[in-house]
């Protein structure tokens, strides 16, 4: 079983950067994928940027030119390298684990909370 864990969250002011790890504990040859979402009050949460086995990433539309996700090839550490940001990027942040045998929405971590001021 895959249980994962955030950190670095934190309150910066606008155009800093922040990066944020998640440490992946369990049987990670199932991993196939390891990405980052965000949430706000209210609304669903939306990718910000996915990294898969093989290297490739992919970014939605929140994560793409600022930011950088990056891990290891066990899948066992992710960091999402967040820059310039903006207090539109408030959030919690939540890493995810999507495996070839678990929930199709993914394995989840806690989330950590990114504050960002103007």
């Known amino acids: 079983q895959v249980q994962l864990v955030e950190s670095g969250g934190d309150s910066v002011q606008s155009g800093g950067s922040l990066r944020l790890s998640c440490t992946v504990s369990g049987t990670t040859l199932t991993i196939t994928a390891m990405g980052w979402y965000r949430q706000t009050p209210g609304n669903e949460r939306e990718l910000v940027a996915l990294r898969y086995r093989n290297g490739l990433t992919d970014f939605g539309l929140s994560g793409k030119g600022r930011f950088t996700v990056s891990g290891d090839d066990s899948m066992t550490r992710s960091y999402l390298q967040m820059d310039k940001l903006e207090p539109e990027d408030t959030a919690v942040y939540f890493c995810?684990?999507?495996?070839?045998?678990?929930?199709?929405?993914?394995?989840w971590g806690q989330g950590t909370q990114v504050s960002v001021s103007s």
């Open positions: 995810n684990a999507k495996t070839y045998n678990g929930p199709k929405d993914g394995i």
